[in-house]
């Protein structure tokens, strides 16, 4: 199957990877089905993209948490995983978004509303961390560049 994309033009994507988000992500409750595009072929993509299947200009860029807060261990209750099937911890796909401004230096991720995928059921929800020490916009830019340079 093909759609179209903003930001990647016309893309084939295989319908069996599709994450449904039955409620929808937060701000974009109308969208309910995506796809985890990576940036580069071949490559091991820090940033990946979360692009909507309805939606050709919704892509939200997303990262790994671990990746720039490798102590990332949110307080979420269990109750909110029942969305997405019997959550398994040691499976599941956890990623936050993240904005980027015209001044790439100011780049920031929601470590407060992390998203979460089932890769068995293929699906997903966005949820509100109980963590007080998680802000909704945490500077990345140093340690994505850090992590460039290692």
């Not at 093909?2 to 039955?22: P, Q, W, Y």
């Not at 807060?69 to 019997?86: K, T």
């Not at 990623?95 to 100011?106: K, M, S, Y």
Request: aromatic content about 8%; glycine content about 6%.
């Amino acid at each position: 199957m093909n759609i179209m994309t903003k930001l990647f033009g016309e893309i084939g994507i295989d319908i069996n990877k599709v994450i449904t988000f039955k409620a929808g992500l937060i701000g974009f409750k109308e969208y309910k089905q995506f796809m985890i595009i990576h940036d580069a072929e071949g490559e091991e993509s820090k940033i990946l993209w979360l692009q909507s299947i309805d939606e050709p200009d919704l892509a939200l860029p997303i990262i790994n948490p671990l990746l720039i807060r490798p102590d990332y261990n949110p307080v979420v209750e269990d109750e909110l995983f029942r969305n997405i099937g019997e959550p398994d911890e040691e499976e599941l796909m956890v990623f936050v978004t993240l904005t980027v401004p015209a001044d790439i230096t100011q780049i920031t991720s929601n470590l407060k509303a992390p998203i979460v995928v089932n890769p068995k059921t293929l699906k997903g929800c966005q949820l509100i961390v109980e963590n007080d020490e998680y802000p909704v916009r945490y500077p990345i830019y140093d340690i994505l560049n850090n992590k460039e340079g290692n």
